[in-house]
């Protein structure tokens, strides 16, 4: 039987959620990169990372945080990609402004090759005439995205290549966080 796989965002919809701002140092400058975090592969930092309050609401146990879209998850979600998928994550322990409660952030330190483009609703792929040069040949846009399994190997966390944007996770994963009752996450299967 073939693993289900899920692209797993922050649900927008909740009312009265927080919104988190961008990882900053502990002296509140910004990152460089906001983007490092989701780029399917480890990260180094140099010192424990904040977490601004960009609006202030109910805590989640799963949010994308400011403009990199960087994954922030309590404590209760990291155990459990610890536990299913050790070998596909890295969690950076953060401090989010205003909580005692332990959170990290969420890197998925693979990045897997498996994009279906017939399968998928629509694909565009940055050309020439864009002038992108660096960008030619990748993803500009993918819509109703699927991804051939058979390609993921036994990564339970990835991201896509070439369209980093999404993280992708298992069925297993998607199940323990329905039963540990994880606020925040919303599931799209892919496959």
Excluded at 14 to 25: F, S, V
Excluded at 94 to 120: F, M
Excluded at 166 to 178: G, H
Aim: net charge negative; proline share 7%; glycine share 8%.
């Amino acid at each position: 039987m073939t693993m289900r796989y899920f692209k797993l965002s922050d649900d927008m919809s909740l009312q009265g959620r927080w919104l988190l701002g961008d990882p900053t140092d502990p002296w509140g400058q910004e990152m460089d990169d906001p983007w490092m975090f989701k780029a399917g592969c480890a990260v180094q930092v140099e010192a424990r990372l904040r977490i601004p309050i960009d609006h202030p609401g109910r805590p989640l146990d799963y949010s994308l945080a400011g403009v990199g879209n960087t994954p922030i998850v309590h404590a209760r979600a990291a155990n459990i990609f610890a536990e299913l998928a050790p070998d596909d994550v890295q969690l950076l322990p953060v401090d989010v402004d205003g909580q005692s409660e332990p959170y990290c952030i969420l890197v998925a330190t693979r990045l897997v090759r498996c994009i279906d483009d017939s399968a998928s609703e629509e694909v565009r792929y940055w050309k020439p005439e864009d002038g992108r040069p660096e960008k030619v040949g990748k993803y500009r846009g993918v819509a109703g995205m699927r991804i051939d399994p058979t390609k993921v190997d036994r990564a339970k966390v990835f991201r896509t290549w070439g369209w980093t944007i999404a993280l992708i996770v298992s069925e297993d994963i998607k199940e323990a966080f329905d039963r540990a009752g994880i606020t925040g996450g919303k599931f799209e299967e892919v496959a």
